[in-house]
């Protein structure tokens, strides 16, 4: 299916695991990004990609790691963790010449 | 860094009724994109209305409309005649004209007005 898919859905963890979350995108999109939805908040910057191999932080980018060795593709891992990081997380993407950034379904994280 | 701030935690309205959702954004930007995103029970993020800075019309789509106010940087949608499928969080969001530089189009979001419609 063409789109931007998440998985898991949902996902229940424990303290100082390591978690990895999935995005997949088949438009061949340049731009991907990673956001947490907390309330309050709105969503927040955690990570972002102009192209394959080139990633940059986001203003909440602690405890996170990013890849993306190719385009279609950019995983988010949590390399440890921690209640603070139960939040249900966003992965988009946006083409170089159109303005709207499109949207996963989310995945919702509880960490224990 | 630009902020954007919605004062309105949650709204409600009448079915048919009109409502607005207020959001002001603070930038030294001259130039950049406003949006407003809907997010329905399901989560899916939905792109209702975008705005550009440049142009002075306010955007309209079906029932959504914008009110655009560069020089106060206030940017609330108007939601006319209600209906119950209008109700979900809705986001107010800025970008950056200048996407392909080290912004990359990131959006910076405002906190979220919880819109409730009663039959």
């Known amino acids: 299916d063409a789109g931007i898919t998440q998985s898991p859905r949902y996902k229940i963890t424990e303290t100082g695991r390591q978690v990895t979350l999935m995005c997949h995108q088949t438009?061949?999109?340049?731009?991907m990004f990673w956001y947490r939805q907390d309330l309050g908040h709105g969503l927040r910057l955690i990570y972002y990609?102009?192209?394959?191999?080139?990633?940059d932080k986001g203003e909440v980018s602690d405890g996170y790691v990013v890849s993306r060795s190719k385009t279609e593709n950019f995983p988010l891992t949590l390399e440890s963790a921690t209640r603070s990081q139960t939040s249900v997380y966003f992965c988009?993407?946006?083409?170089?010449?159109?303005?709207?950034?499109?949207f996963g379904p989310g995945t919702r994280l509880t960490v224990l | 860094a630009q902020t954007v701030t919605q004062s309105q935690p949650e709204m409600s309205v009448q079915e048919a009724e009109t409502v607005t959702l207020s959001c002001t954004y603070d930038?030294?930007?001259?130039?950049?994109?406003l949006f407003w995103y809907k997010q329905p029970p399901s989560r899916q993020m939905i792109l209702v209305i975008r705005?550009?800075?440049?142009?002075?019309q306010n955007a309209t789509e079906n029932r959504f409309s914008v009110n655009f106010q560069k020089a106060a940087k206030s940017f609330s949608l108007k939601i006319s005649d209600s209906q119950l499928g209008d109700a979900a969080m809705y986001f107010c969001?800025?970008?950056?004209?200048?996407?392909?530089?080290?912004?990359?189009?990131?959006?910076?979001f405002g906190q979220g007005t919880i819109l409730t419609v009663h039959p």
């Open positions: 988009a993407s946006r083409d170089r010449i159109y303005n709207e950034q499109f």
């Open positions: 438009w061949s999109h340049s731009y």
């Open positions: 990609s102009a192209a394959a191999d080139i990633t």
């Open positions: 930038t030294s930007e001259s130039d950049y994109y």
């Open positions: 705005q550009e800075a440049y142009k002075q």
């Open positions: 969001a800025y970008r950056s004209v200048n996407a392909g530089g080290t912004s990359y189009g990131k959006l910076t």
